[in-house]
């Protein structure tokens, strides 16, 4: 009986790599792989939630697990953020602060030194300007927005956000690094009122340009007309069995920045 099991299970596997033809190169490791960012002269990074960073510069083909021996000392990765012109240089967001490498993952400093970074945007128009969805645990709903002006020395909180947000994702105007918008909404271990939020001044303030739309899914930006927006919403409820509560989502277009 267990001879025929094994029979089975690896004639469905490799009938299952035919159909599909694709070939296994992720890094392997427990846990989730929740985010993959790519540098600009194709450095691949995958962050997982239980074993750390892994780093690939052969095109995915072979990965190196990046951990407590390069300083890296907190193995849930919950962002990635890449200078867009310097593949050297790039930040690891955990659940443990933030981390910076300037020389390709041979070695990281610790720059934020407590809390859950969710996401990173390291601007293209001014990379000195970085910009960090911060709260300070993973299931918090705190969220407040962290910048830097020198190039990720140095971070500081400039926003002031009075509401209890779980912040999931951040987008640059790649013209601006002024402008900047975040999501919020439902997270894996946490969960607010999903709703887009923009900044014009290089997120000290922020203001809700959602719209009295609903619950917003996602967000993005034409990068070659960053006054063209568009997201798309769902009807959902923070505590709901499976959070959406039916499928009649709308899909929006903006011309002017988000005012309407």
């Known amino acids: 009986m267990k001879f025929i099991y094994i029979f089975l299970l690896l004639f469905f596997n490799n009938l299952y790599s035919q159909v599909h033809n694709w070939v296994k190169t992720n890094p392997g490791g427990g846990g989730a792989f929740n985010i993959i960012k790519s ?8 962050g997982s939630d239980l074993s750390g960073l892994y780093i690939s510069q052969d095109s995915g083909i072979s990965f190196k697990n990046i951990g407590a021996h390069q300083g890296l ?3 849930h990765i919950g962002s990635i953020g890449v200078d867009p012109i310097n593949s050297s240089k790039f930040f ?5 602060g933030l981390y910076k490498t300037s020389n390709n993952a041979q070695s990281f400093s610790k720059i934020i030194s407590f809390g859950y970074v969710s996401d990173i945007v390291v601007c293209k128009n001014n990379t000195n300007y970085i910009y960090v969805c911060w709260h300070s645990d993973y299931n ?3 969220g407040q927005i962290y910048r830097s002006s020198d190039g ?4 500081a909180k400039v926003s002031n956000l009075t509401q209890n947000l779980r912040i999931l994702k951040l987008i640059e105007d790649p013209t601006d690094f002024n402008i900047i918008y975040f999501l919020s909404g439902n997270a894996r271990s946490a969960c607010s009122i999903a709703r887009l939020f923009k900044s014009i001044n290089a997120g ?18 034409n990068p070659d007309s960053p006054n063209e927006l568009y997201l798309t919403t ?27």
Do not use: H, W
């Not at 990720?152 to 971070?155: K, N, P, R």
């Open 92 to 96: 690891i967001g955990t659940a443990s």
């Open 152 to 155: 990720g020395i140095s971070f």
């Open 39 to 46: 540098g600009p002269t194709g450095n691949i990074l995958v």
């Open 140 to 142: 918090t709903t705190d």
């Open 234 to 260: 769902m009807n959902a409820q923070c505590g709901s069995p499976y959070y959406y509560l039916d499928r009649l989502g709308k899909f929006y277009m903006s011309t002017d920045g988000g005012n309407s």
């Open 73 to 75: 000392t907190n193995p």
């Open 204 to 221: 000290v303030d922020f203001s809700d340009i959602s719209g009295g739309l609903g619950e917003i899914l996602d967000m993005d930006i």
